[in-house]
């Protein structure tokens, strides 16, 4: 058989790696491995240090209200129920503020102004928390509470947004309207924004151009291309910045532990004044708790750790399957 004949040798086509690229192969999964294993170490150590008050309270841990560790009647029903009403009041704040901003940045301004907002976001990400805190508490409160008792006067027919006391009779002085959920919500849903502006940012940015000139060019409008090209593309960025967020909003401790009254009851009136959290409740409770308390503290850490692992799994799940530019055209 001629060299003609002979069947052609599939040839190999990878190729050895170099040394930089296995370098950047072991750090990079090093650092993976790394970052599991502190989530991993972290969930121990809070199902370890928890394990005596959940052995005492059982499944009641979860429907309690009360939190008294000392007399061994302890809960986080209400600070539960806080926790998730802040995290959403929040939500409802920041993420028409964050779209509206990312779109602004990304579709609308150019040039210095672009660069001066994309500038000021990442500014305002950077702001301490202790400073959002101390700007609700003595600024934005005051502003507020008129804004919640033309909430409570006008839509008092909403079970959350009536504030009355235990007789059910309408109550209307501005003191029964302060450090309240929704003032709470506000806050933190203003420091998320800019959390949340930046990913969504980065996605409306990366919309294709042809696409977009592709609508401008059929006749659409800005809006409309913006609407059927730039937000459809984006919507794994939306998706992911929000859970981002609400990641945050639920964790928040210093604005939350000063702005709100801590009771411990549930509280389904969020414009009145009491409500809690279990990120303030540990920075409240940590210094003066015994033992047993110090568990018990663990415990309502732990669960909130695990609301945390489930919402950012989710966010996961639900961005693979909306993937960025997915549905447009």
Not at 3 to 16: E, M, Q, T, Y
Not at 32 to 38: D, E, N, P, R
Not at 154 to 174: H, K, M, N
């Amino acid at each position: 058989m001629s060299k003609i004949d002979a069947p052609p040798v599939r040839r190999s086509l990878v190729s050895a790696p170099s040394r930089s690229d296995s370098a950047f192969k072991a750090v990079t999964f090093t650092a993976g491995v790394t970052t599991v294993g502190i989530m991993l170490a972290v969930g121990l150590f809070l199902s370890i240090r928890a394990g005596a008050a959940l052995k005492v309270s059982g499944f009641s841990f979860l429907i309690e209200q009360q939190w008294s560790p000392d007399t061994r009647v302890f809960g986080i029903a209400a600070i539960l129920f806080g926790t998730i009403s802040i995290a959403i009041i929040a939500m409802c704040v920041a993420v028409p503020l964050a779209i509206g901003t990312a779109l602004l940045i990304s579709e609308v301004a150019v040039g210095r102004l672009k660069s001066f907002l994309v500038s000021m976001v990442d500014l305002m990400a950077a702001v301490p928390s202790v400073v959002y805190g101390l700007w609700g508490l003595f600024f934005l409160q005051a502003n507020v509470i008129p804004v919640s008792q033309w909430i409570s006067t006008y839509f008092a027919w909403i079970p959350f947004f009536r504030v009355s006391d235990a007789s059910g009779q309408s109550l209307t002085e501005a003191s029964a309207f302060t450090s309240s959920a929704f003032i709470a919500g506000i806050v933190v849903g203003l420091m998320v924004v800019p959390t949340q502006t930046s990913v969504m940012r980065e996605a409306f940015s990366q919309a294709p151009i042809g696409e977009r000139e592709g609508a401008l060019a059929l006749g659409s409008t800005r809006w409309g291309m913006i609407r059927t090209v730039v937000i459809p593309f984006g919507r794994g960025g939306i998706i992911g910045g929000t859970m981002l967020g609400l990641g945050r909003a639920l964790g928040e401790t210093i604005a939350v532990y000063m702005i709100i009254s801590p009771i411990f009851t549930i509280n389904w009136q969020l414009l009145k004044t009491g409500t809690n959290s279990v990120s303030a409740l540990i920075a409240l409770r940590y210094g003066e708790a015994s033992d047993f308390g110090l568990s018990a503290l663990m415990a309502a850490g732990l669960v909130l750790f695990i609301i945390t692992l489930i919402v950012n799994f989710t966010a996961s799940t639900i961005v693979a399957r909306s993937r960025s530019g997915a549905e447009t055209g």
